[in-house]
Structure formats: C-alpha cells, structure tokens
C-alpha cells in the first residue's frame, strides 16, 4: 500500500495505469446507460429545453428594426437625438426606400406595431406611410420630408425617431425595462410615472400571494399529515383517498365550484344571510379579488404539501416522542423540539413545490381573481395571445424564472436543499 | 430479602389488567413488588404482555384497571413526562437531529438546569459509558453498540431512580450483546438504581437479573432468581421456556413423601419430584434437564427406576458433547456431558440405560 504513494500512479496487471484501464472498462457501462436515456432526453430538448431557450431570447431579441430599415438605421446613426431636432432630409430619404421595400413585402406594419410597444402611434403612422409610399419614387422624388409630413404630422416628433434610433441595434433591453416599469428615456433608463408602473405591482402581488397560499398550505396540510402518519396504515390508506379525490377532479370544475360557493348568492353567502350574521344587502365580496384567489388555490394546492409532508412524518419513529417524554419533556416540548425539526424535510419538499405551483398559477386567478386577483402569470398570457408583444411577456417570464431561482438559492442557504425529502 | 417490609416495595403493580379492544386481556391480573435497586427482568415470548407492563410503568399506556405505585405512590394519573423515569428503548430513539451531547442535555434542559451544571452532568454521563469524546457527533455516525451506551447514558443522566429498558440489546450482535450486558448490569448496581429490563432472549435474562418475571399469557408464570427459575421451575410453561429440556408424559401412580411414581404412556415407571400434581390418576408431563441425566450406571443412586435408550446422534460441540436418545418413543431426548478426558463418547445405535436424581426430575402440569 505504502509503496505505490512513493512510486507514482498504480499501475493493472498490463503496466497500464490503473485509472486509465478502469475509465476504459466503465466506458461501455457509460455508453448504455446513456443510450437508455438517450430518448428521454432528445424528447425533453426538443419539446421543452430548446422552445424555452428560444422563447427567453426574444425577451432581448430585436433584429426587426435593422433587418426591415437597414438604410434609416445607419442614416440615423449620425443624428442627434438630444438636439429635439427632427432628422434631415437624408434619414426621410433611407426611410422612403426602406418602407417601399418592406411595405411590397407586407412587413411594414410588424415593424410598426413593435415600436409601437415603447411609443404609442407609432403603429398607425408606419401603417398610413406604408400605403402612400408604394406610389412614390424614392430616386426622384423628394423632399421626402414634406412627403412623409403630408401623410401625417406624427413623422415630424422627435420622439419617434428617437425611438427607432435607441431600438435599432440587434439586441435590447426594451422589454426588461418594460417589465421592469422603466422606460429608456433622453438620459438613459428611468422609472415610468407612478401611475403607470403596473408589472412591478403584479410581481410584488404574485410573490405576496404565492407565501399567504404557501403558509395556509402549511398550516391547514400540517394536522392533517400528522394525523394520516400516525393512524394504523389501513384508516390512513382510506383517508389518503379523500387527499387524492381533487387530484381525479378536473381543475376547472374544482375552481368553478369556488365560484359558486364564494360569490355573492352564493352557498356561503347564502348561509350566512340565512343564519342572519349577514344582512341580506350587505353580502360578503370573496370572489374576483385576492381573497378568493388564495382560498381557492390553497384548496387545490394543498395535496402537493400534504404529500411530502406525509412521506416525511411516516418515517418519524414514534417511539422520539415517547423518548423526549420519558426524558421529562411536556407533550408541546417534546413537539416542538423533536417531533417537528424531524418533519422540517416534508415542510420544507412541500413549500417549495406548492410556492413554485402557485407563483406560475394561471388558470385559477383568471377564473377567480378579477383584476386585484390576478398573477403574473396571468398578464404573460394576456401578452403572449392578446397583445402578441412576445418580448415582453419572455421578459417577464424570465424575470420571474430568476426570481424563482433565487429564492430556491436562499432556500438552499438558509435551510439547505438537502433537507428537503418527498419521503 | 429476608427483612421485606412494605416500604421496600419501589414499584408495585396491584391487580393491574389492559385490554386495548375490550374483549381481550393482553395482561390478566398483575400483582409485582420491587424493592429498591433490583434489576428484574421481565421475559416472555412476543405477546405475552411483558411490554404493555413497561409501557404502563412509563406512561404511555393506562391500565385499564387496578393500580400501578411508584415509590408508594399512585401513578395512574400523573403523565410519562412527571414521572422521572429512565427510559432505554428498543431502537435507541436518539434523536437524529442533535448531537450526542445535545441528546444527552435534552432531560436536563427541560427540567431548567443552568448550562455549566448540563455540560458537568452530560461529560459525566458521557464518559461513564466511555464515550466521552462522541460528543459532538451525530447518532448516525455511531455504531449501534455506540448508539446503546448514548441511549444507556441518557436515560441515565438525570438520575432518575427507575430506569426501563425495552430490548436495548435485540439489534446487536451476540458479542457486543453479550459485552453490554455485563456493562449495563454493572452500572446498574453501582449506581443502585432500580431496573426492570424487558427481553424475550432467556439468556440475558440469566445473566443479568436479580430477579426474573416469566410471562406469558397475560400472566407471570414465575418471579423468581435466575437459579431457582431454571432448576425449580413451578410450572411446564416455565421449565419449557427456560433452558434447554426434555419432556415425557405420563399418568401419576402414587404420591407419597415428596417423592411421585409415574406411569410413562409407554408403561415405563420414573420417580419424580411432585411439583404442581397432586393426586393419583392426573396427568402429568415430567421434566428433566439434559445436563442432569447420568448414564454411567455408576453413580446413580441404589433402587431408582432406569429407563432404556437409544442413542440417534452425537453432536460434538467444543466444550460438551450434546447427545440425542430415543427415552420412552420421545425420539428429541437430549443430554449433555462435559467434554473431559474420561467422558465417554457415545457411538450412534448404543443402548443404554439412563437415570436421575428424583430432585431433578420435576413431575409438572401436562
């Protein structure tokens, strides 16, 4: 043993390092095990990996600008924005023969309408010169300036061009400015008006909520997980099924019924009238605002947390609590400090898949938030099938993928990711 | 225990029945005195009550009737935690979260001792079961042997003067096993506490007991020393399950003088000590252990009834010589001989003849 630290690296039976021969004859190993997952993991590149890549670069994708006014970008190049001038005859001129082309293409508007995200109107102007500019000669006619002005007033603000200019080059920050709720303005990026900061609110709500759900998981999952763990097997399997039941109801059947038991003729409402503890015109608002949003996903959260939590607690030897109580401890000492550092794991498996379900939640707060209700997740949706502003909503969705990541990071630095067990 | 009075009685189960479903009795009529600083042993096969009993001496069972006394004093009613009793489980129950030394400050912790006081007591406790410098690891990092002596050491360190101990040593293997059960009845008297130890393994209780309670059925079948437990034992169940032992039924003749004649099933006659038979005609299985049968005609004593035999097997086992006869169509008759120089090995198809002291042959309930 001793020997062979003086004599350099071990050598197999055939003088070739051991290591080398033991690479060598792990490699098939390797190479099978790879090829058994070797579906699997194509499957996931292709359908899940690449389209998520693909959709968080359009969050700083901007190559419309250059590739449909290549002419006009690199005539604007040379102008001043700051002068509050509007441009010379020679950035009128590029832009003429750029939207002739782009307008025989029919790409003109979609240029338009992805300005139009950072300067409202800019839309209706490139649409509006687009039709004009088809008639006329860029080489000789002119001036363009008078010509573009004819068509509309709006071509002669300085802010217009301003912004072509600040998103000409190929790749922006525009849209996490936008999701930020800043905006690029004369001196650099700076906050929009108060009035108008609307993503920030939503993040901030998004996070608020996506806790208050999480902490009323733990708190309505926890009992019920200590009871299931501590019945005999056969009453506990029974129960699991009551667990279970919302998992074999459909989603949508589940939050409509929130509705029909929360609005306001509601079962609940209903009830209490009928009790008398609520007068008959002063009936409760538990739907379409935040509070109905957070009873109705912590009901159907709540079996992601019961689950781990579960498998947690049944390996909890119960005989840790008979021994803190022969040691003298109180039934709530004995809790406290050995039953429930023990169950930590399951709190904490449970929180972070019930934190991570609800801070992307989608179809629950449409249903049941209205408008003070309503996630993140919900005004992604809202860009990426109303507004068509793609960039935008993967700017968000990668904000909230960073934000999602660091906390699973302070997770880890605070509880340690370890101590996270599904059982 | 010659001068008992009533205060000597530490522990004391008075008529004390538990029925977990209302039909069943899982302990019938259980009445148990302790005097201070006794280790005894409660032994019995699995089901047999023996852990309800400790279960109901530590709290985490009630009687469903009679009394359970501690010290003079009732305890039916005063929860596990009031108690202040050293508990020693089956599965050590250290807790995986803390360290030794935390598992070890936890009783002393909850009973509000200041800090220098804890760290005195646990280094103590620590090193009396010389794992002194375990202290800053976890349970999982120990050895199971490791694990007993934190587990003996915790139920220990708040000097509790009962401490209950519920198969501590069924995980280990023989050697260790056989290692901790010297060491723990060592502690045990030198500290003068008062055991009761549970264990299903009738060696350790043996070796280890002032006292052993045999249980079965709900029942103590027999509390007695461990001598008078193996050599006298008061009934079938006991002389079965104590030790090794050879049985053969019969009809009693006669009784008479302490001495009992009894008529084997083959016809054969065999004198026997009447020990819970008490007239002609009853059914009797007799017991003999197998280190008391002699076959060397020699020494066995004048006018005594000998039985024929066949030898089947010898088995060389080191330090005896166990061999197996066919006595009266009990084909399963052993017997045991010291390997020493002038022992006779017995060769297979021998015929012999075999007798007794009638002392040691126990005419009991069949």
Request: glycine share 8%; aromatic share 8%; net charge neutral.
């Amino acid at each position: 043993m001793s020997d062979t630290a003086k004599s350099g690296p071990v050598l197999a039976a055939d003088g070739t390092p051991l290591k080398r021969s033991l690479a060598r004859a792990l490699r098939m190993q390797k190479m099978r095990a790879l090829m058994l997952i070797a579906p699997l993991l194509i499957f996931v590149l292709v359908t899940f990996i690449l389209p998520i890549a693909d959709m968080l670069f359009r969050s700083v994708e901007n190559q419309i600008v250059s590739d449909t006014l290549p002419r006009t970008v690199v005539a604007l190049e040379d102008w001043d924005a700051t002068s509050g001038e509007t441009p010379g005859e020679a950035v009128f001129k590029a832009m003429a023969a750029d939207l002739q082309e782009a307008a025989a293409a029919k790409i003109h508007t979609r240029v338009g309408s992805r300005l139009n995200y950072e300067t409202p109107g800019i839309s209706s102007l490139f649409r509006k010169a687009g039709r004009k500019v088809k008639k006329w000669d860029v080489e000789g006619d002119g001036p363009f300036k008078e010509m573009f002005l004819e068509v509309d007033d709006g071509w002669g603000d300085p802010d217009v061009w301003r912004t072509i200019q600040t998103y000409s080059p190929r790749l922006t920050n525009g849209y996490f400015l936008n999701a930020a709720d800043m905006q690029k303005g004369p001196d650099g990026p700076e906050m929009r008006p108060e009035n108008e900061r609307i993503y920030w609110v939503l993040f901030q709500r998004t996070l608020f909520m996506s806790l208050v759900i999480t902490a009323s998981c733990i708190l309505l999952g926890y009992p019920v997980a200590w009871i299931l763990a501590n019945l005999p097997s056969r009453t506990a399997n029974l129960l699991m099924i009551l667990v279970l039941l919302p998992f074999w109801t459909s989603l949508l059947v589940r939050t409509s019924a929130w509705k029909v038991m929360l609005q306001q003729q509601g079962v609940i409402n209903d009830t209490l009238v009928w009790l008398g503890l609520v007068a008959d015109d002063a009936r409760l608002v538990m739907i379409n605002n935040q509070f109905g949003t957070i009873v109705a996903m912590t009901h159907i959260l709540l079996p992601f947390m019961i689950l781990p939590m579960y498998s947690v607690m049944q390996t909890i030897n119960p005989s840790y609590l008979r021994a803190a109580k022969s040691l003298g401890a109180t039934n709530w000492t004995a809790f406290w400090r050995v039953y429930f550092p023990q169950s930590v794991p399951g709190i904490g498996a449970g929180s972070i898949l019930v934190f991570i379900l609800a801070i992307g939640y989608y179809i629950t707060p449409e249903l049941v938030g209205g408008t003070k209700g309503v996630f993140i997740s919900n005004r992604i949706a809202f860009h990426i099938s109303s507004s068509l502003n793609w960039g935008l909503a993967a700017a968000l969705g990668t904000i909230l993928l960073v934000v999602v990541l660091i906390l699973y990071w302070a997770y880890d630095k605070i509880v340690g990711i370890d101590n996270v067990k599904l059982g | 225990m010659a001068n008992k009075t009533s205060n000597d009685a530490f522990v004391e189960f008075e008529r004390v029945q538990k029925s977990y479903d209302g039909e069943t009795l899982v302990v019938k009529d259980l009445n148990l005195t302790m005097p201070k600083g006794e280790f005894l042993t409660m032994l019995g096969p699995s089901g047999s009550g023996k852990t309800t009993c400790l279960m109901m001496l530590a709290g985490f069972e009630t009687a469903t009737h009679g009394d359970i006394r501690l010290d003079g004093v009732s305890i039916n009613n005063i929860p596990p935690h009031k108690r202040g009793i050293g508990m020693v489980f089956q599965n050590y129950a250290l807790f995986p979260h803390m360290t030794i030394a935390e598992n070890l400050s936890f009783p002393l912790e909850v009973r509000k001792m200041g800090k220098s006081e804890r760290e005195e007591k646990v280094k103590r406790a620590l090193d009396m079961v010389e794992m002194g410098s375990f202290g800053g690891r976890r349970p999982a990092q120990l050895s199971g042997g490791q694990q007993q002596r934190v587990a003996l050491a915790r139920a220990l360190v708040f000097e509790p003067e009962l401490v209950l101990m519920d198969e501590p040593l069924g995980a280990l293997d023989k050697q260790l096993r056989e290692k901790m059960q010297f060491e723990i009845t060592h502690l045990a008297h030198e500290l003068g506490i008062t055991t009761v130890y549970v264990t299903h393994d009738q060696t350790e209780a043996l070796t280890m007991s002032d006292r052993v309670a045999v249980f079965d059925d709900g029942r103590i079948q027999q509390l007695a020393p461990p001598d008078e437990l193996y050599e006298q034992p008061q009934n079938s169940f006991v002389a079965q399950f104590i030790g090794e032992n050879n049985t053969l039924e019969g009809v009693i003749k006669d009784i008479k003088d302490g001495r009992a004649l009894v008529q084997l099933d083959g016809g054969e006659l065999i004198d026997c000590k009447p020990i819970n038979v008490s007239k002609p005609g009853e059914r009797t299985r007799v017991s003999i252990r197998p280190e008391r049968v002699e076959y060397n005609k020699d020494r066995l004593q004048e006018g005594v009834h000998t039985l024929k035999a066949e030898v089947l097997e010898f088995i060389y086992m080191g330090d005896i010589f166990r061999t197996r006869l066919r006595v009266a169509g009990n084909e399963d008759f052993i017997i045991k001989t010291r390997n020493a120089p002038d022992q006779v090995r017995l060769q297979p198809g021998q015929q012999i003849e075999i007798g007794w002291l009638p002392d040691d042959c126990r005419a009991l309930d069949a």
